[in-house]
């Protein structure tokens, strides 16, 4: 071969320096950006915090706001619109920063979202703080709250923890590179799986809250740190660790309890709380006397005398109850069974009683104050659900109770509504034996009346009416209503009721001897002062007249009646005969009663409507790539929000189907909302793999609609099956289902938006959607359920996605797509 003669052969050719390492020849030194695996177990903690953080917040605004499903919304309303605030503001942030830095940005934004995450903990402490100081600082306290100023406290603290978190999430992406939204979306959405269970299973009662946060503050830090994203992480395990050691070292958490409750209740002195998985338990001592006051939540659940202390409203209630029975037997106790009530109905001749609690933590407490009750043998104790309890003794062999005795707080939450619903009535009248009764109550504020209560105590008659064949109703300050399976059996005739009393020869030790002879006249006397019969026919008028909506589990108005009735009385002026009706939030609960189908069309017009006006906008201009593109991008941006309205209104549905079927089980509500999360995940996973297919995003929305409309099938079908535990796996794949048509969009929905030259379009997406689920949370459980009922809502959730899907056209033909 010839050479080349432009080359000496004697001459080695000169050395040239190996190529720089791609991408690093123009970095700055300390700017490398952190590891994937760090980036990673940071999205998961963020999301495991958060979580847990956003329970912690819901059971203490249940505890300080006389919280029901409303504020279960609005606290979940409050927190995602928060989280949705803190991404879109770290998002612009970002988007300048990124311009600034170069190649240093990934490393900045890690830096940001680290120092933030160091800082959870404390942030959950100044929540808790100011959820009880807003409380303690109230005049009357918690229960004298109006419903604006409980909304505003839950907003209010909720807002740090989820701002910060919805800030770490964005910055987090920042860090990686850009194609991991959707690998930090799952990692978000296990650690979201893993905070609830973690959280449900082993923390509560473990740790009080004020402790919780910081504790789970340095332990995720290590976990991090572990991880390989060292800067910062260490800094947050020790402000962590000392913040832990100083709020549990000053007991910070007993004496913010003690002085929100020296406010709530001034004299009385705080003997002990606790965290169960219930809620949150307290127990207060009388000033002057031996006497416990037990609260659940806030609310009361029953002052037990000193030991040997005669009880006189416990006393009256056991006979008027078992005075309904020609020959009561076998009682069954809901509620009211750590007190009192339960010896006084044995000593007003039941000869067996089933007492249900559906918290054991509280028999612990009240032994603490009162020392161990004497064992009765004709005394059974069921910590159960009552709906449950009754779900699992139907049969033909299961024994009939005489009488059904609920003692039960107002029907201001989902959860106790379900024992005035037509469904529950059916099955208590199953229980019942051919001439059993059920006897039950509700507030009625008898010193405002009209036709508030009016309502409320129509609807609860008019339910029963589905279910008995007779319902009395005595007035007072809570309406009595007592239920007979035949005509006759039950009676508000004082004279009647004493002679049965005086047949059976029940006489009380502290009754006068003297008497006994006359004992059907004393009773008679008794029972005069209990029932007030000249009013009797005067209240069964004007509740033949009031407007009686059916409380149904698929519709359960009258919690909406009776959250009207609470925020009369908390917020009334008392110069009015229906005082504070017609003004401030109670015009507001008014109206949400008058609510119908055709208003909530409105959602899908108003999402519609921009895009009509963008495409019409862009016809007109004849500029390719403007108002077409804008177009596309608020279709993407639209769907995301009906696709977040959609999960959170479908697991809203579930939680209150799955709480009628099986009763309010901590742990088990708490799987519930896990298993949406792990939905959420492998959906986001699938979605990954098939976002550029041609029409998946369509062919999912659709999918969402369709669920829509068959859920509430699904449900009613369920609903003839019972509490049967085969059952359970049923509902587990219905909310798996849910979570897998939300998350499988997400993956979709970012490459959409990176087709119309977005950079980094998951916080844009996330933002969107969060703000969608926000209204899911808070219009679904405290609006559309209650008052149209779970089918109708789903209807107006389908109407939305439709509108998306329309939404969503422009966007079509910008898709990065691929053929199948």
């Avoid at 609830?196 to 009080?208: A, E, I, Q, R, S």
Wanted: aromatic share 8%.
């Amino acid at each position: 071969m010839p050479q080349d003669s432009s080359v000496s052969p004697e001459r080695p050719p000169l050395p040239t320096a190996p190529p720089p390492p791609p991408n690093t020849e123009h970095r700055p030194p300390n700017t490398a950006p952190p590891p994937p695996s760090a980036v990673a177990a940071l999205a998961a903690a963020v999301g495991l915090f958060a979580q847990t953080a956003q329970i912690v917040m819901f059971r203490e605004m249940l505890a300080t706001c006389r919280g029901t499903e409303v504020f279960f919304g609005v606290v979940l309303a409050a927190g995602l619109l928060w989280t949705a605030l803190g991404s879109l503001l770290a998002g612009l942030f970002a988007r300048r920063a990124s311009r600034r830095r170069g190649a240093a940005w990934p490393q900045r934004a890690w830096s940001a979202a680290a120092a933030l995450f160091a800082l959870n903990g404390l942030l959950l402490i100044g929540q808790v703080a100011l959820a009880r100081h807003r409380t303690a600082a109230g005049a009357g306290g918690a229960a004298e709250l109006t419903f604006l100023e409980a909304v505003a406290t839950a907003a209010l603290a909720t807002a740090p923890v989820a701002l910060a978190c919805g800030a770490q999430f964005v910055l987090a992406l920042h860090a990686a590179p850009p194609r991991a939204f959707g690998r930090l979306y799952q990692a978000d959405a296990w650690g979201a799986v893993a905070g609830g269970l973690l959280f449900t299973f082993l923390l509560v009662g473990l740790l009080d809250p004020l402790t919780l946060g910081p504790v789970l503050t340095a332990a995720l830090c290590l976990a991090v740190h572990l991880a390989g994203g060292r800067r910062w992480m260490a800094t947050g395990f020790v402000v962590g660790l000392v913040a832990a050691v100083a709020a549990w070292g000053y007991g910070l958490d007993g004496r913010l309890q003690a002085r929100r409750w020296r406010a709530l209740q001034p004299g009385y002195r705080l003997v002990a709380t606790r965290d169960s998985r219930f809620g949150h338990l307290a127990v207060l001592r009388h000033p002057g006397e031996r006497q416990h006051t037990l609260y659940h939540d806030g609310g009361l659940v029953e002052t037990v005398p000193p030991p040997g202390a005669p009880s006189a409203d416990a006393r009256g209630l056991a006979l008027f109850a078992l005075a309904q029975h020609p020959a009561p037997r076998r009682v069954l106790l809901v509620g009211r069974a750590v007190g009192r009530l339960p010896r006084a109905l044995l000593e007003a001749g039941a000869q067996q009683l089933d007492a249900l609690e559906l918290d054991p933590a509280l028999f612990d407490l009240a032994r603490q104050c009162t020392g161990a009750q004497p064992h009765d043998p004709r005394l059974r104790r069921h910590f159960a659900d009552g709906r449950y309890f009754l779900k699992q003794r139907r049969g033909p062999d299961a024994a009939r109770y005489d009488v059904i005795l609920l003692e039960l707080p107002t029907p201001l939450s989902a959860f106790v509504n379900r024992y005035y619903t037509a469904e529950f009535f059916r099955e208590a009248r199953a229980a019942l034996g051919p001439d059993g009764v059920l006897v039950t109550s509700v507030m009625a504020a008898a010193n405002y009346p009209g036709e508030t209560v009016s309502r409320l105590s129509a609807s609860i008659v008019r339910t029963l009416g589905t279910a008995f064949a007779e319902v009395l109703v005595v007035p007072g300050e809570r309406h009595l209503f007592v239920a007979a399976a035949r005509p006759g059996v039950a009676s508000l005739d004082p004279q009647r009721l004493g002679e049965r009393m005086a047949a059976r020869g029940v006489w009380f030790d502290d009754f006068d001897p003297a008497f006994r002879s006359a004992a059907a006249d004393y009773y008679a006397a008794l029972f005069s002062n209990l029932i007030p019969t000249s009013q009797v026919a005067d209240l069964r008028r004007q509740l033949a007249s009031a407007p009686a909506p059916l409380n149904t589990d698929a519709r359960p108005i009258t919690y909406q009646c009776a959250l009207l009735v609470w925020n009369q009385i908390v917020s009334a002026s008392t110069q009015a005969r229906d005082p504070g009706l017609r003004g401030g939030t109670n015009a507001l609960f008014r109206a949400a009663l008058r609510f119908r189908f055709a208003h909530g069309l409105v959602l899908p017009a108003a999402l519609l409507l921009p895009t009509l006006v963008l495409v019409a906008a862009g016809r007109w201009r004849r500029r390719p790539g403007g108002p077409g593109r804008a177009a596309a991008g608020y279709g993407i941006l639209a769907t995301a929000f009906a696709t977040g309205l959609f999960g959170m209104a479908a697991e809203i549905v579930l939680l209150f189907a799955f709480q009628s079927a099986y009763g309010y089980a901590y742990a088990q509500v708490g799987t519930i909302v896990a298993a949406f999360m792990v939905g959420l995940a492998v959906g986001a996973r699938v979605g990954a793999r098939w976002q550029r297919r041609v029409g998946f995003l369509a062919v999912v929305v659709a999918a969402m609609a369709v669920y829509c409309g068959g859920l509430p099938l699904v449900l009613r079908a369920l609903a003839g099956g019972g509490g049967s535990t085969a059952l359970y796996p049923v509902f587990l794949s219905l909310v798996l289902a849910a979570g897998f048509l939300d998350g499988a969009t997400f993956p979709a929905l970012v490459a959409a938006m990176q087709g119309l030259g977005v950079e980094r379009p998951g916080a844009w997406v996330y933002s969107a959607d969060l703000a969608g689920a926000s209204l899911g949370a808070l219009a679904t459980g405290a609006l559309l359920i209650p008052v149209l009922g779970n089918a109708a809502a789903l209807g107006l959730v389908a109407a939305a996605l439709a509108a998306a899907l329309a939404c969503l056209l422009p966007a079509f033909s910008r898709l990065p797509v691929r053929s199948a």
